[in-house]
């Protein structure tokens, strides 16, 4: 009889049987609680069916009018805590149901949710097949990737923005003396931008012009919402009303703070930007 106490150990043993084998993905192998939010991060940028998306959405208490993505981004890693251990062995069980279901989508379990495991049916229903080609920035790219080779696609998505990029030139200087049409790969002309003192331009790709890792691929979200910015104890507006952030920080290669209207990597150090604290607000903007 299947029942969720069989679920969860067939779920546990997807695990160790992946992880001795080497089939997990990248990520999982060192597991930390950190580790756990990241993955849930990129499976947001990869293949959700829509079973994974309710998931998603119970688990991480999205709401009406809130983005999934942002809402993982800013989770607690002491909330992972329930799957780490289970994953560790450190508890026989999961003692929540949501914590379970979101275990069989970080692992790849394929009989999920619960109802289809119960079923004994596999069905495949991704609806979201992978658009990014990021540099861990929010957005699509122009490029649509749809690799057929799963072992690729981890491959690739571990890879560094400036090492995409140089795949990028690599594919489309083959295309070029080939022959082959670049319209057979790119969803549309690829565009391209760059950091200029405080925000984003869109520029013409030209290595001569700008080194390699100066150029990223254009995003239209980037160039009209994420500027740096200097913060006013008495009139910035810190936090929305439902007490989501407006503004992210990070340090330069000086190691001094800056301040930014959006989420996004730094432009000098690539480090992932941190939303704003009433604790920094305090001690580094109104002191």
Known sequence: MKT???????????YLSDKSSGELRPNLFNLTRGTLRTVCINLIDETLSADDLLVFNNYFKVGENKDLRRQ?????????RPIYNFLKGDTGSIQSFDALELTAVIIDFQ????????????????????EYISDLENGKSTIVVKPKNKKFFLWYSTMSATNKVLLYIGIITLITFGGISTKHILKKEARWMIWQEDHYIEVGFDTEKYKLNQLKLYKEERIKNFKKTTPICDTTIFFNEDGSVNIWYGKNRGKEL??????????ETGKTLKPI??????KYICD
């Open 4 to 14: 969720i106490k069989t679920y969860e150990n067939a779920i546990r043993e997807k």
């Open 72 to 80: 993982v981004e800013n989770y607690d890693i002491e909330g992972f």
């Open 111 to 130: 009989l999920r949710p619960f109802k289809k495991y119960r079923n004994g049916k596999i069905e495949n229903e991704k609806i979201k097949r992978v």
């Open 258 to 267: 800056e301040y930014f209207t959006a989420l996004g990597l730094h432009p």
């Open 277 to 282: 604290t009433q604790y920094m607000i305090d």
